[in-house]
């Protein structure tokens, strides 16, 4: 093993390794956008300043070289390989070749053969101040747990990335607590059984999970949703048919509560929940406005999610052509993101609007409250005048009781085609920080899940 600069080229088997912050560095500039692209070869400390427009100083501090001042041959794909040995990461322990239980109820040998032999681990490092950073997240990789007496092995095969995970990050008073500084990082995944000791679960079922940042989790079965051997799209159990789906179907029946004829405007148009909302209140018979970031965001919703019209909030003129697409005003506001659109949509609302108070993505990253006036009191007065009915809610612990109502329903419209999904899938766990970068950002462009396995 060679180093150069202030980072190290950890090298096993030949293999070259990245360091999560190299991608997410990449990443997060738009210049590497899928691992199939590859990372270069050769002189990469001056091809990764030049392409990047930082010095090479910068490129140093941000990339693993060889002592050569080359990132290894390799690509992207490379660093799925096990971080074997990193400054900040524990050196990988081996497990034994076979698991004390591999034999247990539903435990196939065959199976457990193809168990990698370590887990890689996100773990919250740092808490971010304003916009989480490389130094957020830290790859650590451990060994695979050993399931128990009545527990399950689960490999977490999809890890889905959702805007509420900033507020995870934070130690600021919320609805759930926050990740401890150190503890592998929440999030929902679709995994696959490895070994079961439960009753209902065989290996090779697949699972709905809450099974966070890594490779492998146990559980003792509460709360997973089974779906069998064989579901025809696995991933979209974290999208259009999980959590965003049913966020999206209750938030808006419950509160939006919609009639036909009615004015529907959904903030946050394109992403998993806004597209299912404006799609359903079509089917509701809504008259349905979409807002989004960008000409090919709005295009997708109008032309492919069928909404009647969508408005680019970041297009000179905004206010002015949302006005001009809700000349009824707007009965129904299903809020996703606050800021500047909440200030657009307010002097639209009819008298007994209902908004569901869904998410405020625009001002997860804030550090400071936006600057004055304060118009809180306008607000109230508003709320008086027009009688109207914010609502916010928490998905699982409001409707979590509706869930399989939802999920019939949802399963139906997607067979028959009455809603559509768009998903992005991004290869390699070790992906996942800089997508989630991006995500807050608005770069996501439909559900974004990371597939931790080919
Ligand atoms: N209450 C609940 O139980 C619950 C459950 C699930 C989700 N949520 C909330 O619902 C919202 C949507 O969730 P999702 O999973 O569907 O997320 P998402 O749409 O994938 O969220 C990312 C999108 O938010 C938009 N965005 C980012 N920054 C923005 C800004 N400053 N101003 C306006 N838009 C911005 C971007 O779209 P553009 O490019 O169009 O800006 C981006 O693509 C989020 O606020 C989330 O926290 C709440």
Redesign the pocket.
């Known amino acids: 093993m060679q180093t150069q600069g202030r980072n190290i080229v950890t090298l096993r088997s030949g293999v070259p390794l990245f360091e999560p912050r190299a991608l997410a560095f990449v990443q997060t500039r738009g210049q590497v956008s899928s691992p199939e692209r590859g990372l270069p070869e050769g002189h990469a400390v001056e091809w990764a300043a030049r392409t990047l427009n930082v010095t090479t100083d910068q490129a140093l501090s941000t990339w693993f070289f060889d002592g050569a001042g080359r990132v290894a041959p390799g690509s992207a794909s490379s660093a799925r390989h096990r971080l074997t040995h990193s400054p900040r990461a524990p050196p990988a322990r081996r497990l034994p070749s076979r698991l004390p239980n591999d034999a247990g109820s539903n435990g196939g040998g065959a199976h457990m053969a193809e168990l990698s032999s370590s887990n890689r681990t996100f773990v919250l490092a740092e808490r971010p101040k304003g916009e989480p950073d490389a130094n957020t997240l830290r790859l650590v990789a451990v060994d695979v747990p050993t399931p128990g007496k009545g527990q399950l092995l689960l490999r977490n095969r999809y890890l889905s990335?959702?805007?509420?995970m900033?507020?995870r990050m934070s130690a600021a008073p919320s609805y759930a607590p926050p990740v401890e500084l150190g503890a592998v990082m929440v999030g929902g995944t679709v995994a696959t059984v490895e070994t079961s000791d439960v009753p209902g679960f065989s290996v090779g079922d697949w699972v709905v999970a809450f099974g966070g940042w890594q490779d492998y989790v146990l559980s003792d079965g509460k709360g997973l949703i089974n779906l069998g051997p064989n579901p025809e799209n696995p991933s979209w159990a974290l999208g259009v048919l999980g959590?965003?789906g049913l966020?999206?179907w209750a938030?808006l029946t419950q509160i939006g509560r919609p009639q036909a004829g009615e004015t529907l405007v959904v903030?946050?148009?394109?992403?998993?929940?806004?597209?299912?909302v404006g799609q359903i209140g079509k089917l509701l018979g809504c008259h349905v406005v979409g807002?989004?970031?960008?000409s090919k965001?709005c295009g997708h919703v109008v032309d492919t999610l069928g909404f009647d019209a969508c408005i680019d909030?970041?297009a000179d003129g905004f206010a002015d052509a949302l006005k001009a697409a809700v000349p009824s005003g707007i009965d129904i506001y299903f809020e996703?993101?606050?800021?500047?659109?909440l200030d657009a949509v307010l002097p639209r609302l009819n008298t007994s609007a209902r908004i569901p108070?869904?998410?405020?993505?625009?001002?997860?990253n804030a550090t400071s409250l936006p600057p004055g006036p304060d118009r809180l009191n306008l607000l109230m007065g508003m709320i008086l005048r027009k009688r109207m009915t914010l609502r916010?809610?928490?998905?699982?612990?409001?409707?979590g009781h509706l869930y399989g109502e939802f999920s019939k329903k949802m399963t139906e419209w997607v067979k028959n085609g009455d809603i559509q999904y768009r998903e992005e899938v991004i290869s390699g766990l070790e992906q996942a920080p800089a997508a989630f970068i991006g995500?807050?950002?608005?770069?996501?462009?439909?559900?974004?899940v990371i597939a931790l396995t080919p």
């Open positions: 990335l959702d805007p509420y900033r507020g959590m965003p966020t999206a938030g903030a946050g148009a394109s992403g998993p929940v806004g597209a299912t807002i989004a970031g960008g965001k909030y970041k996703n993101v606050g800021g500047a659109v108070v869904c998410g405020l993505i625009s001002q997860y916010g809610f928490i998905v699982f612990d409001d409707f995500l807050l950002r608005g770069e996501a462009f439909g559900k974004r």
